[in-house]
C-alpha cells in the first residue's frame, strides 16, 4: 500500500486548516446539502467533505458512512490534495497498486471506486477533498466531473465564510493601513474588493453602498452604480416562492444577521432585466469606520434548484404510479436503503412507509426458501451488485414484521438515469399463496393414487430418476418389485368392489409399513404394486426383504368384520445388474412377476438379465457403429512397419478406430466383435479401403510411396463381389499404383472352400494388389493352407513375438514360422516388437520386417508425415545388422533387457508394494536375471574382456541403492526412497552405456572371427 505524500507546503496548510476552526465541529445543513447533491449527482452510495489533519481525515459532512474520521496514512484523500489542480479519480481500487492492499479497499467500507475534489482555498492550500465513494467500479460522466469540482468549490466557499467577518474586518483594517502607506486607500479596497470571485455586497443602513465585478456580472448591470444605492428587496422578486412578501420577510432576516453577527439562507432575486433567479445569500455584519454594516454573499443556485425540482417531479410521478397498480412495489437507492412502499407493500410486509424509509432491503423485504425455510439472496442487493434485472428465484416466502408468511413471486431490476448512472432498484412481488396451494392441491392428485394415497406412475417416474442416481452415486443395488395380489378377483365377485377398495387400502398400508424412508411404495392400478427399494448390497438381502413382504401381505386381513386372506406374488429386477432404463426395468420385473405366478403364487421371482442383456446389447452396438459409419466418426490410425536391417520404412497398416463425440478414442476390440458376423462388416471395409487409397495418393503426391495394409473381414472377403468393389475402388483412384495396397486376412477366411478363396486371392492380385496372412499361428496353421493360399507375405501374431525374449516355446514357434516362410518363399514381419532385443533377436532368426509399439505406436494420418522425418532406427539394430553372431551370444543382448525390467520393477514397487521384486533379488547381486547372467554365462564366455569387468562395481552399486530404497519404503520414508529412484535410474544409465561397449567389443570379435576363421581356436 503507497502511502500519500506530504505536500511541501504542510505547515502552512495546516495552520490554514486549523485558522478556519472548522475541524471537530457540528454537522451543518450547508455542506450536508453539498455531500447529498453530489451523491445524487455521481450515483454513488457515499460522499464526504473530508479535511487532512497532521495524522487523521476527519468527516465534516458524510452521506452513507458511519465513521467520522480515518488515519490519515490510509486515505484516499490524502493523496488526492497533492493534485489540487484536478480530481483524483480511481475507477477500480483494486487494479490500482496504490490502493489494492488498502484496509479501507479489503474491509469496510470496501472501496472500489473513488473520485475526490481537492478543496482548494483562495490562498492556494489544499484542506482537504468533497469526494464520492463507491463499493462496485465506477467511472464519472465529464458533466459529472464538472458538477463535482463546481460543488468542491462551493463547499471550500463555506469554511472561507466562516472567517468572513474577520477577513472582511482585516481587509479594512488592512485598507486603512495601506492607504497611509499608498496614499489612495479608495483604489487599494476596490482593488481587493474586484478581485473576489463570490458576488459581493455592501450595505449601509438597508442601502447599496458597494458591490464587486461579480455582483455587476451576477445581475446583469453594465456598472457599479447600477447597484447604488438599491435595497435588499428591490433587488429580489416581490414575493418568494412561499408566497411571502419580500420586504416584510427580508426585514426579520436583516434584524437577525444584525443581532447574531450572520445569517444564511436561500432567497428569491431578480435580475437588471426582470429575470428572476436562486440565490445563496449569506448575511454578515461588519464594523467599518465605526459603522455597522451589512457584507452580502450571493451564489446562483438556480440550476441547483432546477435539479432538485426535477427530481422531485419525477419520484412524484413513480411514487403516484406505483401506488396505484395492484402489485407490491418497493424502490430502494444504490445503496440497498427503502425509499418508497405503495400501500400493497406496506401491507405484506407489516412495515409502514415512514417507519421503512432509510432502511435496508433485508430488514423490510424478510425472504427465505419455500422448502427449507433458509435466509436467500435478496434480489435487490444481486441488482445493485450486477446492474442488471435480477432473473425470479422462485420458491420464495415472505416472513411478515408480524410473523405471517406469503408466498411470493417477484421480480427487480435497476434504475438507472440517463447516463446510465445506477441510482437505484425497484421490486415488484405479488402474494401467490392461494395460487400456490391450489397447484399444490391439483400437483398431488396427480401424482397419487385417489384411493391408497400412493404415488402413482407418474410420481414412480420421478422417484424411479432419483433411486437411480442415488444408486449410482452409492454404488448399491436398486432393486425394482412388481407385486401382483393373488386371488382378488374372486373377493370382489364375493364381497363386492367397496370391500376391494378396503383391502388395497390395507395393503398399501401394509406396503409403507414394510418399506423404509427412502424406498417407494406405488399403485399402478387394480391390484397391482411396485416397489423401489434403495440400498440394497446383494442378492440375499433382496430376497429377505421380498421374504418379509410376502409373509405381510399374506396375514389375514379383517374388513366389515370379515375375515379376508389374499397372497400375493412379486417379481424383481436390480439394477445396475440389470442395467436398463426405468420402463425396462419395470418390464423386466412385470415378466419375473408373471413367472412367479405360474409356478403357483405367493413367491417371489427375479428377472434373468443374462439372456436378455446379451441381444439388447448387441443390437445397441450395431446400431451404434452403423450410426458412426453413417456420420463419419469411423478414423483410420496407421503403424509403420519398419525393415530393421536397412533402417527404412516400408509401409504403413490401416488400424481402424472409432473417434466417439462422448467416450472419445475406442480401440476396435470393442466393437468389431459384434459387427464381423453381420453386413455392416462389409460397409466397413469397403470404406476402409476408400480411405487407405485416398491416403497412399495423399503420401504419394509428398513423395512417400508406401505399400498401405488393410484388414478384411472373412465375411466381406467372401461376400460375392468383393472382386467388384475392388476393382471398381482402383479404379476410382486411378492415380494410385495397386501394389501400394495390400490387403490382410486371417487364416481361417479358407474355412469355407479353399480352392475358392484361392482364386479370389489370385484374381485380385491380378489387379496388383498384394496380401498378407494376419496373425500366423494363432488359428489353422497348417503346411497345407500356407501352399495353397498365396499370400506374399506372412506376419507373425505379436501374442509369440512379445515373449520371444522369455519364453523358449515361443522363440521356437517363431523361429518356425520364419523357417516356413523361407521354405515357402514368403517374407516374414513380425508385429509386437516392443525393444531393440526383439529387434536383433528377429534380425538373427531371418526376420528383417517388424512393427509394434518399440518402433511407434498406430497414429492419426496426419502425424505420419512428421514421425517419418524425425525417424531414426535402432541404433543397437545397426550395430548387429552386418554380423553373423552365434544364438549362445543372445544371452548378452537379453541381459540388459533384464536389467531393465529390474530397475523399472523396483521403482515402480515405491508406489505399489504390491508388485515388489523378492528380497534376494535385492539383496544379492547374484540373484537378479542380471546377476545370474554376469556370474554364469557372461562370465564363461567374455570374464577375459576389461569391458566385462568394468561392470561388476557398477551393478553392486545398484544392489546397494535397491536396498537402500526397499529399507526406506518400510521405513515410511517416501521422500528419501523417491530421490534414490532418481540414482538408481542414473547408475542404470551407466550399466546400459557399459554393456553397450561390450556388445561392442563382442561384436568386433565375432566380425574378426568370422573374418579370419583360423584364430578362432
Not at 500 to 506: A, M, R
Not at 518 to 545: P, Y
Not at 886 to 900: N, S, T
Request: one cysteine or more; charged letters at 20%.
Amino acid at each position: 500500500m503507497q502511502t500519500p505524500i506530504i505536500p511541501d507546503n504542510e505547515s502552512q496548510r495546516l495552520a490554514a486548516l486549523h485558522g478556519y476552526d472548522v475541524l471537530d465541529t457540528p454537522a451543518e445543513a450547508e455542506f450536508d446539502d453539498l455531500t447529498k447533491l453530489a451523491s445524487i449527482i455521481c450515483g454513488t452510495p457515499i460522499a464526504l467533505v473530508s479535511l487532512i489533519d497532521k495524522d487523521r481525515q476527519w468527516f465534516k459532512s458524510s452521506v452513507g458512512l458511519a465513521a467520522h474520521e480515518t488515519p490519515r496514512a490510509i486515505s484516499f484523500c490524502g493523496h488526492a490534495i497533492n493534485q489540487p489542480e484536478q480530481i483524483l479519480e480511481v475507477s477500480n481500487a483494486l487494479e490500482d497498486d496504490r490502493f489494492a492492499d488498502n484496509p479501507l479497499v479489503l474491509g469496510a467500507p470496501n472501496i472500489r471506486f473513488y473520485a475526490g475534489a481537492p478543496l482548494v482555498t483562495s490562498d492556494g492550500y489544499a484542506l482537504g477533498t468533497l469526494c464520492v465513494i463507491d463499493t462496485i467500479p465506477h467511472q464519472l460522466t465529464e458533466q459529472q466531473r464538472e458538477a463535482l469540482q463546481a460543488l468542491s468549490r462551493q463547499a471550500t466557499r463555506l469554511i472561507e465564510k466562516r472567517l468572513m467577518p474577520q477577513l472582511i474586518q482585516a481587509q479594512y483594517l488592512a485598507y486603512q493601513e495601506q492607504a497611509a502607506m499608498l496614499h489612495n486607500q479608495e483604489q487599494y479596497f476596490e482593488t481587493l474588493f474586484d478581485k473576489s470571485t463570490d458576488s459581493a455586497l455592501i450595505l449601509h443602513r438597508g442601502r447599496v453602498v458597494n458591490c464587486n465585478q461579480a455582483a455587476v456580472r451576477l445581475f446583469h448591470c453594465a456598472e457599479k452604480l447600477q447597484l447604488v444605492d438599491m435595497s435588499l428587496a428591490q433587488l429580489s422578486t416581490t414575493h418568494q416562492a412561499d408566497g411571502v412578501c419580500s420586504q416584510e420577510r427580508l426585514a426579520d432576516i436583516v434584524s437577525l444577521a444584525l443581532s447574531h453577527g450572520y445569517h444564511h439562507f436561500d432567497w428569491r432575486m431578480m435580475r437588471s432585466d426582470g429575470m428572476p433567479f436562486d440565490a445563496d445569500v449569506a448575511l454578515t455584519a461588519i464594523t467599518i469606520n465605526g459603522e455597522l454594516m451589512l457584507h452580502v454573499a450571493l451564489r446562483d443556485i438556480t440550476d441547483k434548484h432546477q435539479l432538485e425540482q426535477a427530481l422531485y417531479l419525477a419520484k412524484e410521478r413513480a411514487e403516484v404510479t406505483l401506488a396505484s397498480i395492484g402489485d407490491a412495489v418497493i424502490t430502494t437507492d444504490a445503496a440497498g436503503q427503502i425509499t418508497f412502499m405503495n400501500q400493497v407493500a406496506v401491507n405484506l410486509t407489516g412495515w409502514a412507509l415512514e417507519e421503512a424509509t432509510g432502511c435496508a432491503i433485508s430488514t423490510v423485504f424478510n425472504i427465505t426458501h419455500e422448502d427449507t425455510h433458509q435466509q436467500i439472496v435478496n434480489p435487490v442487493e444481486v441488482v445493485l451488485r450486477q446492474g442488471k434485472a435480477a432473473a425470479p428465484v422462485g420458491h420464495t416466502l415472505l416472513v411478515a414484521r408480524n410473523g405471517i408468511e406469503y408466498i411470493i413471486e417477484d421480480s427487480a431490476a435497476p434504475i438507472f438515469l440517463a447516463d446510465n448512472t445506477l441510482i437505484g432498484c425497484v421490486l415488484v412481488f405479488r402474494d401467490v399463496t392461494e395460487k400456490y396451494r391450489m397447484q399444490n392441491v391439483v400437483r398431488w392428485q396427480a401424482a397419487h393414487d385417489a384411493l391408497t394415497n400412493l404415488p402413482n406412475r407418474v410420481l414412480l417416474a420421478e422417484s424411479f430418476k432419483r433411486a437411480i442416481a442415488r444408486a449410482q452415486r452409492q454404488q448399491m443395488l436398486l432393486a425394482v418389485c412388481m407385486i401382483d395380489l393373488d386371488e382378488f378377483k374372486p373377493v370382489n365377485d364375493e364381497y363386492g368392489h367397496d370391500v376391494g377398495d378396503l383391502l388395497l387400502v390395507q395393503v398399501a398400508t401394509r406396503l409403507n409399513e414394510m418399506i423404509r424412508g427412502d424406498d417407494t411404495a406405488a399403485r399402478l392400478g387394480g391390484d397391482e404394486f411396485a416397489l423401489l427399494l434403495s440400498d440394497i448390497t446383494d442378492v440375499d438381502e433382496l430376497q429377505a426383504v421380498v421374504a418379509r413382504i410376502l409373509q405381510a401381505l399374506a396375514m389375514p386381513y379383517m374388513i366389515d368384520g370379515k375375515i379376508i386372506k389374499v397372497s400375493a406374488s412379486i417379481g424383481s429386477a436390480l439394477y445396475p445388474l440389470d442395467d436398463v432404463d426405468a420402463d425396462t426395468l419395470l418390464r423386466h420385473a412385470d415378466q419375473a412377476m408373471y413367472q412367479a405366478k405360474q409356478r403357483g403364487r405367493n413367491q417371489h421371482l427375479m428377472f434373468d438379465v443374462s439372456l436378455d442383456t446379451q441381444i439388447i446389447a448387441s443390437h445397441q452396438v450395431l446400431r451404434n457403429v452403423k450410426n458412426a459409419l453413417q456420420h463419419d466418426e469411423l478414423v483410420l490410425y496407421y503403424q509403420p512397419k519398419v525393415n530393421m536391417r536397412s533402417g527404412l520404412i516400408v509401409g504403413m497398416e490401416a488400424l481402424l478406430r472409432w473417434q466417439h463425440p462422448v467416450q472419445g478414442l475406442i480401440p476396435p476390440l470393442d466393437f468389431l466383435p459384434q459387427v464381423e458376423k453381420t453386413d455392416l462388416i462389409i460397409d466397413i471395409g469397403k470404406w476402409v479401403i476408400e480411405q487407405a487409397l485416398s491416403q497412399i495418393s495423399a503420401w504419394c503426391s509428398a513423395g512417400r510411396c508406401w505399400t498401405v495394409s488393410v484388414n478384411i473381414a472373412a465375411l466381406h472377403f467372401q461376400c460375392r463381389h468383393f472382386l467388384q468393389d475392388l476393382q471398381d475402388s482402383l479404379q476410382r483412384h486411378s492415380d494410385v499404383p495397386p501394389h501400394l495396397l495390400e490387403i490382410e486376412i486371417l487364416e481361417s477366411v479358407a474355412l469355407g472352400d479353399i480352392n475358392l478363396v484361392n482364386q479370389l486371392i489370385r484374381d485380385c492380385q491380378a489387379l496388383g494388389v498384394s496380401f498378407s496372412l494376419d496373425d500366423f499361428g494363432t488359428g489353422y496353421s497348417s503346411l497345407g493352407y500356407l501352399k495353397r493360399l498365396p499370400a506374399e507375405t506372412i506376419k507373425i501374431d505379436q501374442s509369440f513375438v512379445r515373449d520371444i525374449l522369455d519364453d523358449k516355446d515361443d522363440l521356437a514357434l517363431v523361429e518356425a514360422v520364419i523357417g516356413m516362410g523361407r521354405v515357402f518363399n514368403r517374407k516374414i514381419i513380425a508385429e509386437g516388437v516392443e525393444t531393440a532385443e526383439h529387434g536383433v533377436l528377429l534380425m538373427r532368426l531371418g526376420c528383417d520386417l517388424a512393427q509394434g509399439y518399440g518402433i511407434a505406436k498406430p497414429m492419426p494420418a496426419a502425424n505420419v508425415l512428421a514421425w517419418a522425418a524425425s525417424y531414426v532406427a535402432d541404433p543397437v539394430w545397426a550395430m548387429w545388422a552386418d554380423t553373423q553372431w552365434e544364438l549362445d551370444d543372445f544371452p548378452l543382448l537379453v541381459a540388459q533387457y533384464d536389467h531393465l525390467k529390474w530397475v523399472k520393477r523396483l521403482v515402480l514397487s515405491v508406489r505399489h508394494p504390491h508388485i515388489a521384486l523378492n528380497k534376494s533379488e535385492i539383496t544379492d547381486a547374484h540373484q537378479c536375471r542380471f546377476g545370474h547372467w554376469y556370474y554364469g554365462y557372461g562370465k564363461a564366455h567374455y570374464g577375459s574382456l576389461s569391458e566385462f569387468i568394468d561392470i561388476e562395481p557398477l551393478h553392486n552399486k545398484v544392489h546397494e541403492i535397491g536396498v537402500a530404497i526397499v529399507q526406506a519404503c518400510e521405513d515410511g520414508d517416501k521422500e528419501t526412497a523417491q530421490r534414490l529412484c532418481g540414482v538408481l535410474l542414473a547408475t542404470k544409465d551407466g550399466i546400459l552405456g557399459m554393456m553397450a561397449r561390450l556388445q561392442q567389443a563382442v561384436r568386433l570379435e565375432v566380425h574378426d572371427i568370422s573374418i579370419h576363421p583360423h584364430n578362432s581356436h
